[in-house]
């Protein structure tokens, strides 16, 4: 029975993992998160669609360019979804939670696309997440290191920022400060997260104003 759980409890947390990756090396990917509050954008890459609050996000600037999203709510829970194709061509989907965030802050529930682990696409993006886990297992700590890993040179230049919903834990380009080392071509950008009172999952975000990353932080 304790290996049949542990194996259990093994499968799980790889499943929670693996809904901010989409490991398919092309065609088409339906990507179903677990999410902070509702969307109002579908992020691919560069390109933004604007979820019209029932079942289809349209491009901006081209609403005859659809893909089909969704979102559900179950005790407090919120599950976003959307079908993206072409993923061999893709790194990156991320939905927008504005109403979540506070004070102008903008984060991006991130999912990216790793073409059966070979990251194609990934030179495109300024953030770097091949080693940065979307799910943070924090059962029975009281901190976790937070890491978000950038290429040094980026278009929109040196700013980056890890923060919640309400505060910013930290910056490269002014206080607070975040840890940096550099690492190759890229900068590793490190913090700390206390657990907040009463929280069980706790969600952060790093942007670099053009590229995002998410973690979702279960402390029990």
Same mark, same amino acid.
């Given at each position: 029975?304790?290996?049949?759980? $542990?194996?259990?409890?093994?499968?799980?947390? #790889?499943?929670?993992?693996?809904?901010?990756?989409?490991?398919?090396?092309?065609?088409?990917? /339906?990507?179903?998160?677990?999410?902070? =509050?509702?969307? &109002?954008?579908?992020?691919?890459?560069?390109? %933004?669609?604007?979820?019209? =609050?029932?079942?289809?996000?349209?491009?901006?600037?081209?609403?005859?360019? /659809?893909?089909?999203?969704?979102?559900?709510?179950?005790? =407090?829970?919120?599950?976003?979804?959307?079908?993206?194709? *072409?993923?061999? +061509?893709?790194?990156?989907? #991320?939905?927008?939670? !504005?109403?979540?965030?506070? %004070?102008?802050?903008? #984060?991006?529930?991130?999912?990216?696309?790793?073409?059966? @682990?070979?990251? $194609? *696409?990934? @030179?495109?993006?300024?953030?770097?997440?091949?080693?940065?886990?979307?799910?943070?297992?924090?059962? @029975? +700590?009281?901190?976790?290191?937070? !890491?978000?890993?950038?290429?040094?040179?980026?278009?929109?230049?040196?700013?980056? /920022?890890?923060?919640?919903?309400?505060?910013?834990?930290?910056?490269?380009?002014?206080?607070? +400060?975040? $840890?940096?080392?550099?690492? #190759?071509? *890229?900068?590793?950008?490190? $913090?700390?997260?206390?657990?907040?009172? @009463?929280?069980?999952?706790?969600?952060?975000?790093? &942007? /670099?104003?053009? &590229?995002?990353? &998410?973690?979702?932080? !279960?402390?029990?």
């Amino acid at each position: 029975f304790t290996m049949l759980r $542990t194996l259990y409890l093994v499968l799980l947390v #790889g499943f929670i993992n693996a809904q901010y990756l989409v490991e398919d090396e092309s065609g088409c990917a /339906t990507i179903t998160v677990e999410m902070p =509050g509702p969307f &109002s954008r579908v992020r691919i890459d560069a390109t %933004n669609y604007e979820f019209d =609050g029932n079942s289809t996000c349209a491009k901006e600037w081209d609403d005859s360019d /659809t893909i089909p999203c969704s979102i559900t709510e179950a005790d =407090g829970v919120f599950t976003a979804t959307a079908e993206v194709c *072409n993923i061999e +061509k893709h790194y990156y989907a #991320g939905f927008l939670i !504005k109403d979540f965030m506070q %004070n102008r802050r903008f #984060g991006y529930v991130s999912v990216y696309f790793t073409q059966g @682990g070979k990251w $194609t *696409n990934i @030179g495109d993006n300024c953030i770097q997440p091949q080693t940065t886990p979307g799910e943070i297992d924090a059962t @029975g +700590k009281t901190s976790v290191e937070i !890491k978000c890993i950038r290429q040094k040179v980026c278009p929109m230049g040196l700013y980056s /920022t890890i923060m919640m919903a309400t505060r910013e834990l930290c910056r490269d380009y002014s206080e607070p +400060k975040c $840890t940096e080392v550099e690492d #190759g071509e *890229n900068r590793v950008l490190t $913090t700390y997260l206390q657990r907040p009172k @009463g929280e069980t999952v706790s969600w952060v975000f790093c &942007s /670099t104003q053009d &590229s995002y990353l &998410s973690y979702r932080v !279960k402390w029990e």
